[in-house]
């Protein structure tokens, strides 16, 4: 008799230079043809010692370490760490710089899922979206550069408040050998005001793109084909499993930290709280989108509120906040202060803290220890993604090799935080 091929399982890697595997994940897969049988990611591949890096650094130098964690939601990481160090400082931010920060938080809100769908959509099949959502990304960005100068790094939030007051005048385009006066002058006809007619030019115009989004998307038979039913996760796995953020609240828990847990001036803002049914990847695109609606209501209240109400956006207190440029160029004491702050930094009393915020992957928190000197005695971040990604075995399981690449996209995760 002619003898049968052997049957077996195989095991194999999926990433890191899988351009679905999101920059360096290692998913080291176990197959039964086409079916998943066990999937075990592998992590560390973009480690950077942040935590440690952190404890030989004073307080103000780690800001910018921050941005660099989950580097799609640049401010809100850096606002956890901003309000450890205001806990147990025991200080807190002027109402102004309150609402610039929420406005900031809720616009990287927006920036974090236009990444996200633009890449889930690239890892389904869905080429068109990413464009799409880069077009109105480009907006945005250009608010963080108005603000900080930089792009994406920003390093805005500071201990007492923000860098510096909102811009009362846009940058403008000039004409260029890629671009004539005419076309310039189109680039330009949002960027007459200030920052914040900039801003609710945005809000005007986005539901409408976030409708031509879902008019790609929602209804599209093959979109749903690929994420309906398609890793699974109950309300109490879910809870189990220490989800939070769109992960969680896609499987129907109520939980949201700007609600439960109000931080700045989140309780005076009105807006709700999107909650899928099944739990499924593509209720936690549908929660996304959402979301992206809610924020753009945040934004244009906070728009409307920082308009009528001037004043200062960082705190009085040289021990802790540097005196200004123009202070510190005539007054011998506002030098020292500065020349201190920038070298030695300010102490935090003895103690432990922590502080969690609704970052736009879920509850970013920060636990920091001081001993009474100028840097942290320690420092721990936790990291909304590393939940879902540890999850990752339990939401392939009996899925097809293609639905990985789903399931992980629909994730949200980025090894910034995840590797630390």
């Known amino acids: 008799m002619e003898k049968l091929p052997e049957i077996r399982n195989y095991t194999f890697n999926f990433g890191p230079q899988h351009p679905a595997a999101h920059g360096v994940l290692r998913l080291i897969l176990e197959v039964d043809g086409e079916t998943i049988i066990k999937a075990d990611p592998h992590v560390g591949l973009l480690h950077r010692a942040t935590e440690k890096l952190a404890e030989s650094k004073p307080y103000n130098h780690t800001i910018g370490y921050m941005d660099r964690l989950d580097y799609v939601s640049m401010m809100c990481n850096e606002h ?18 309150q609402y610039i920060r929420v406005m900031f938080d809720e616009i990287t809100r927006i920036l974090n899922h236009l990444l996200w769908l633009g890449a889930h959509g690239l890892d389904v099949g869905a080429m068109s979206m990413f464009l799409y959502c880069f077009r109105e990304r480009e907006e945005l960005l250009d608010c963080y550069e108005a603000v900080s100068g930089s792009r994406m790094h920003a390093t805005y939030y500071r201990p007492g408040g923000v860098y510096r007051d909102l811009p009362a005048k846009m940058g403008q385009y000039k004409p260029s050998r890629w671009h004539t006066e005419k076309e310039v002058a ?38 749903k084909q690929r994420t309906v039913g398609i890793g699974v996760v109950s309300p109490d796995r879910a809870i189990a499993l220490g989800f939070s953020g769109p992960m969680l609240r896609a499987s129907g828990v109520a939980w949201d930290l700007r609600r439960k847990q109000p931080y700045e001036v989140y309780d005076k803002l009105d807006f709700d709280i999107p909650i899928g049914v099944t739990g499924d990847s593509y209720d936690r695109y549908l929660v996304r989108v959402e979301e992206m609606r809610q924020s753009n209501h945040i934004i244009r209240q906070c728009v409307e509120w920082l308009r009528h109400n001037p004043g200062p956006v960082i705190l009085d207190n040289n021990k802790i906040t540097p005196p200004s440029r123009v202070d510190m160029k ?20 003895v103690g432990e803290v922590y502080t969690a915020i609704e970052h736009p992957k879920g509850e970013f928190g920060v636990y920091l220890v001081s001993d009474g000197a100028n840097k942290p005695y320690r420092l721990k971040i936790r990291a909304a993604g590393f939940s879902h990604l540890a999850s990752m075995d339990e939401l392939v399981r009996g899925h097809m090799i293609a639905d990985a690449v789903t399931v992980l996209s629909s994730l949200d995760i980025v090894f910034g935080e995840i590797d630390r």
Request: net charge negative.
């Open 80 to 97: 956890g760490y901003v309000l450890a160090i205001e806990k147990l400082l025991g200080v807190e931010a002027p109402i102004r710089a």
């Open 186 to 223: 189109k680039l330009n006809e949002n960027r007459q005001g200030s920052l914040l007619d900039f801003i609710w030019d945005f809000t005007e115009r986005f539901p409408k793109r976030v409708d031509e989004y879902e008019t790609l998307l929602t209804d599209n038979r093959i979109w």
């Open 330 to 349: 005539n007054s011998m004491e506002s030098l020292i202060h500065h020349f201190k702050l920038m070298t030695e930094g300010y102490c935090l009393p």
